[in-house]
């Protein structure tokens, strides 16, 4: 059973361009969330998604950011017209249920905007 | 608003000591709670977890403790080693996980 898979595990952009991150849950699980973490920080919710849906999106930034998890294929986040203070590493999680279940994490994403 | 946090930011442990770690929180109404371990480069990894109707939890080397009274918990790490240098959080989750912001195990060979 593979667990939550994240790519790619880098990536670079310049300055005004998209990033786009996906995320594979682990196998029967249908709650991902998405969490962001700057260097020597914590890890920041973003959003909560079940499949199709978006719960709980009360940690995305007003602007440029955005999230999916359709009904086939892995979760994305989406960051259009990049800046500086995007680059930061990004996690996904999945669980089987909401809450009061443990959750998987992936390896993240390190984005890093020039 | 809501947050989970953790009173010591570094902690420096002798091979072998017992390593404990520290964490507030803040939401009464949180029920469930983890610890994770966080490596460099890498992903949390789960340590434990603990439900509000508990105590005390053991697992291989660690123990969490729950006291709701004051609204702490604590993370105990018997005989540390050098593979649990890493930097440890608690969450809580209320539906969603809220992390603290940290704190850094290093064991000193």
């Known amino acids: 059973n593979a667990g939550v898979m994240q790519n790619p595990r880098h990536l670079v952009r310049r300055r005004g361009q998209e990033a786009r991150l996906r995320c594979s849950p682990m196998?029967?699980?249908?709650?991902v969330y998405w969490y962001r973490q700057l260097p020597e920080e914590g890890l920041k919710f973003m959003v909560y998604?079940?499949?199709?849906?978006?719960?709980?999106e009360s940690g995305m930034p007003k602007e440029r950011f955005s999230a999916e998890f359709p009904k086939e294929g892995p979760s994305i986040l989406r960051i259009q017209q990049v800046v500086r203070g995007d680059s930061a590493a990004y996690f996904c999680?999945?669980?089987?249920?909401?809450?009061?279940?443990?959750?998987?994490f992936g390896q993240g994403t390190r984005l890093t905007v020039v | 608003g809501e947050s989970v946090g953790l009173h010591l930011p570094t902690l420096s442990v002798q091979e072998g000591d017992n390593s404990i770690i520290n964490c507030a929180y803040s939401?009464?109404?949180?029920?469930?709670f983890i610890w994770y371990k966080q490596e460099s480069g890498k992903g949390p990894q789960f340590i434990i977890d603990i439900r509000s109707n508990m105590d005390k939890r053991q697992g291989q080397r660690v123990t969490v403790l729950l006291n709701k009274t004051v609204k702490h918990l604590s993370l105990q790490i018997a005989a540390t080693q050098p593979g649990d240098s890493a930097v440890y959080f608690c969450?809580?989750?209320?539906?969603?996980?809220?992390f603290g912001q940290g704190t850094e195990l290093s064991v000193k060979p």
């Open positions: 969450a809580e989750n209320p539906g969603k996980l809220i």
């Open positions: 999680a999945s669980s089987p249920n909401r809450a009061n279940t443990e959750a998987f």
């Open positions: 998604l079940q499949k199709e849906n978006i719960i709980d």
């Open positions: 939401n009464s109404a949180s029920d469930y």
């Open positions: 196998k029967g699980h249908s709650h």
